[in-house]
C-alpha cells in the first residue's frame, strides 16, 4: 500500500500520467486502458483524472468495470446513467491526489494502520474465547465422564455388597 502512494508521489512530482496510471491500476483503482493513454497525449496527470464504475456496458467497458477519465468525460458518464463515480479511500486518494498533503496522506495511512492492528486484536481476542469454550466443554465433559464412571463404581459395589459371590462355602 505505501508503495502505491510512494509511486503516486513520485508520478505527481514529476507530473507523469503514464507512471500514476500504472500505481492506480496496481492499485486496482483503474484499469489502464485508452483513457490514461489518451490522457497523457492530452498532456493531463492523472490527478485530474476521475475513477468511475460503470454501471451498464458503454464501449469496451462493462458493469462493475472502473475506469479513470478527464472530468468533462466522467461528468457526461455519471449524467447519463452509464457510471457512477467512485468513492474508495484510494479512489478519493486517486482523484484529488493534489489536494491532499503528505501531512494528510500519512494521517490517513495512520488511521489504516491502528484499524488493522485493532482488527487484529479483536481477531486474537474471538481466537482467545473460542479456546476457552473449547476447554470449558471438554473439561466439562471429563468430568461428566468421571461422575458417570464413580456412578457405575457405586452401583457395582452395591450390587456387590448385596448379592455376595458364590465361592462354593456355605455359610
Known sequence: MS???DRLRMAQATQDPVEAAKALKEAGVIETGDAEKEAAADGVTTSDLITVIFQKK?????????????????????????????GSFLEKVANGIKALSP??????????KADAKAAAEKAKKVEADAKAKNKR?????VANAAAKQAQKDDA?????????????ILR
Open 103 to 112: 501531512k494528510e496522506m500519512k494521517a490517513a495511512a495512520k488511521e489504516k
Open 3 to 5: 508503495s502505491v502512494i
Open 137 to 141: 466443554a471438554h473439561d466439562e465433559a
Open 156 to 168: 457395582a459395589a452395591a450390587d456387590a455388597a448385596a448379592n455376595p459371590p458364590d465361592d462354593g
Open 58 to 86: 458503454w464501449k469496451r467497458y462493462y458493469a462493475g468495470d472502473r475506469a479513470g477519465f478527464q472530468k468533462r468525460v466522467a461528468d457526461r458518464l455519471v449524467e447519463g446513467g452509464a457510471a457512477k463515480y467512485a
